[in-house]
């Protein structure tokens, strides 16, 4: 189905709507639960810019420090990429430029990861 969804902010539309779908991913949800929802879509609304080349400075932790002690395996990287990926086509990212900003973030996959 076509998803029509207008929003001058797309890179904050990005950030909100991954925090919507990780909410309702049955694979990854619990591990966000109890979490600060305000501060992880602010961080990911700077991060997404930052990392898309939008001109914003990201003020939150290193993706170890941010990551401790949750426990995340590769599976849960690959469930938020997917996520991830579904929020960039609903805001029309062309194809190359999701695939630059995936690239972009894959490197931390191993700072996120502990098992
Ligand atoms: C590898 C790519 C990932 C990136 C770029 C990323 C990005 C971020 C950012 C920017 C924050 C906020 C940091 C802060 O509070 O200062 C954060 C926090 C968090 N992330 Fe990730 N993340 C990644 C992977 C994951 C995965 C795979 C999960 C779980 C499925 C996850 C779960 C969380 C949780 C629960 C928090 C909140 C931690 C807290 O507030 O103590 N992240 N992440």
């Known amino acids: 189905m076509l998803e029509a969804f207008y929003c001058k902010a797309g890179i904050d539309c990005i950030a909100d709507d ?4 990780i909410k309702r991913a049955p694979r990854i949800a ?3 639960k109890g979490q600060d929802e305000l501060r992880l879509r602010r961080l990911l609304k ?5 990392m898309l080349n939008g001109g ?4 939150g932790c290193t ?4 990551h401790k002690n949750l426990g ?3 599976a849960d990287v690959g469930a938020l990429v997917e996520d991830r990926q579904a929020a960039m086509r609903k805001e029309r990212v062309a194809f190359f430029t999701q695939n630059h900003s995936l690239a972009k973030f ?5 700072e996120a990861v502990e098992r």
């Open 106 to 110: 894959a490197p931390m996959k191993r």
């Open 18 to 21: 991954l925090v919507t779908r």
């Open 56 to 59: 914003c400075a990201y003020s």
């Open 30 to 32: 619990d591990i966000f």
């Open 72 to 74: 995340l395996q590769t």
């Open 46 to 50: 700077q991060q997404f810019c930052y």
């Open 63 to 66: 993706m170890k420090v941010a």
